[in-house]
């Protein structure tokens, strides 16, 4: 059974860092990604990184330079680094998990998702 489970949601100022994790279980994948949900919002594409083709990243623009995705193939295990925090990075934050090595940059293409976790940055 596959299994995606996040860690390091919280409460931080504006401005400030937090580290999100997720760990994958029951099988191995190509690539994995983050994505959040603000409320009203629909759930959008944060970061991926693709394992099969040199653990390649991508980013959205509204993070690019602030985030940094890395992880651990072998462990089936992949970070968020978030830096210079605003208001506008509070959502819900998903990690997905993808088997197939292409795309990875639209919520459609992913079959696994973890239970999300919750980032909130006061301004």
């Known amino acids: 059974q596959v299994q995606l489970v996040e860690s390091g949601g919280g409460l931080v100022q504006a401005g400030g860092s937090l580290r999100l994790s997720c760990a994958a279980s029951?099988?191995?994948?190509?690539?994995m990604g983050w994505f959040r949900q603000a409320p009203g919002k629909d759930r959008e594409f944060v970061a991926s990184?693709?394992?099969?083709?040199?653990?390649?990243?991508y980013y959205a623009d509204s993070v690019k330079g602030r985030f940094t995705i890395s992880g651990n193939n072998a462990k089936n295990t992949v970070y968020l680094q978030m830096n210079s925090l605003s208001h506008e990075d509070t959502a819900v934050y998903f990690c997905?998990?993808?088997?197939?090595?292409?795309?990875?940059?639209?919520?459609?293409?992913?079959?696994?998702w973890g239970q999300g976790t919750q980032v909130t940055v006061s301004s």
């Open positions: 997905a998990a993808r088997i197939s090595s292409w795309g990875g940059r639209n919520s459609y293409e992913y079959s696994y």
């Open positions: 029951g099988r191995t994948f190509s690539i």
């Open positions: 990184i693709n394992w099969s083709v040199g653990s390649t990243t």
